[in-house]
């Protein structure tokens, strides 16, 4: 893409003001947006005010779109330059944009594009009568009728150099002018003969209700036709692809609760039931007596106090910086964590 910049100051107008029909427009635009959001318009202004100026944004055009929504300058040229819906230097009365994209490339947009150069020149060059100039843009979304090009707010599809030639032409001296296919299409129905969806039994209803039927024949025991076929295509038990890789193999457990409760028995076993409630084979948990007068171990960590917390650091938490490990009152290889150790000055464990 080339460099998009403002045209040169020679073709800059003095000055720019919204017309009403356009000040009209911004002001139904804003009132899209909650108060202090307006700059969410910009660019529909910046269409209208495009529009105003003859197809093109001049300097004063994009600062009279940044005045209105009370927007920095720069902020609202970062738009205008982005979008190449916004044309920076003059157009043609008619301004045509050529699709250049593959799918129109194949249907033949390389002779359409030779009409163009010429009849009006390079792109971006206005003729000397400001009717005509044109831009190689991208795909317009009208595939199916390529070749195609847009002139101002119009698709014109399916062109040869021929038709393309005449429609210049007519343009030029402002006769009417067919918009759409060039050869008649009704928008992007078949090219040529229709050859497909001519079963009448599509369009008067007896195909109602047909996958329904389908379905339900499927469903049926095995006979002949269709869908016995599709039931007999379908196997019978799923194999996994690699039974050893990845998941493992789900297999029947014995005496589940959903496999008894599948036989008709209590969802438990009597006898682990029995089993359970003899306290002879119950866990025995030894009555706490000396150890519960002990107290808890601590810690040979000291804590921060965090405000209103209540704990008093006991001994200084951090080495004042630069003292070697060994000078150090605390320890910080972990053992000050684990209860029961205790590091004393000369870093002695016990
Ligand atoms: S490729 Fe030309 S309209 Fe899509």
């Known amino acids: 893409m080339a460099v998009r910049k403002l045209a040169p100051e020679e073709l800059q107008p003095e000055s720019f003001v919204f017309s009403p029909d356009t000040e009209a427009f911004a002001e139904q635009q804003i009132a899209k947006y909650p108060p202090g959001r307006q700059a969410s318009a910009v660019i529909p202004l910046l269409w209208k005010a495009q529009e105003q100026a003859g197809g093109w944004l001049p300097r004063k055009a994009i600062e009279a779109v940044a005045t209105r929504l009370d927007m920095p300058f720069i ?167 690699k039974p050893t890789a990845g998941r493992p193999i789900e297999s029947e457990v014995a005496d589940t609760p959903a496999e008894r409760a599948k036989k008709g028995e209590a969802p438990v076993n009597p006898v682990d039931q029995k089993e359970a409630a003899d306290p002879s084979r119950a866990t025995k948990v030894e009555p706490r007596t000396e150890d519960a007068a002990k107290p808890a171990p601590q810690s040979g960590k000291s804590y921060v106090a965090s405000p209103g917390g209540g704990a008093t650091p006991t001994s200084p938490t951090t080495p004042n910086a630069g003292t070697p490990p060994g000078q150090s009152e605390t320890r910080r290889d972990g053992s000050e964590s684990k209860p029961g150790v205790v590091v004393d000055k000369d870093n002695k464990t016990s």
């Open 75 to 241: 902020r609202v040229m970062e738009v205008a330059t982005f979008y190449t819906m916004f044309n920076l230097e003059p157009v043609g009365k008619y301004f045509i944009q050529f699709c250049g994209t593959t799918p129109c490339v194949l249907r033949g947009a390389g002779d359409i594009r030779q009409v163009l150069e010429k009849r009006i020149g390079d792109q971006n060059h206005v003729t000397a009568d400001g009717n005509f100039s044109w831009l190689e843009v991208e795909c317009l979304g009208a595939c199916c009728n390529a070749p195609m090009v847009q002139i101002n707010d119009d698709y014109y599809e399916d062109l040869t150099p021929e038709n393309f030639e005449k429609l210049l032409d007519d343009l030029a001296a402002g006769r009417p002018v067919k918009k759409g296919s060039q050869i008649g299409r009704n928008t992007s129905e078949p090219f040529e003969a229709v050859n497909t969806l001519q079963d009448p039994s599509l369009y008067d209803g007896s195909q109602i209700g047909t996958w329904r039927k389908r379905f339900e024949e499927q469903a049926q025991p095995a006979g002949t036709g269709e869908a016995a076929a599709a039931v007999a295509s379908v196997p019978q038990e799923a194999k996994a692809a």
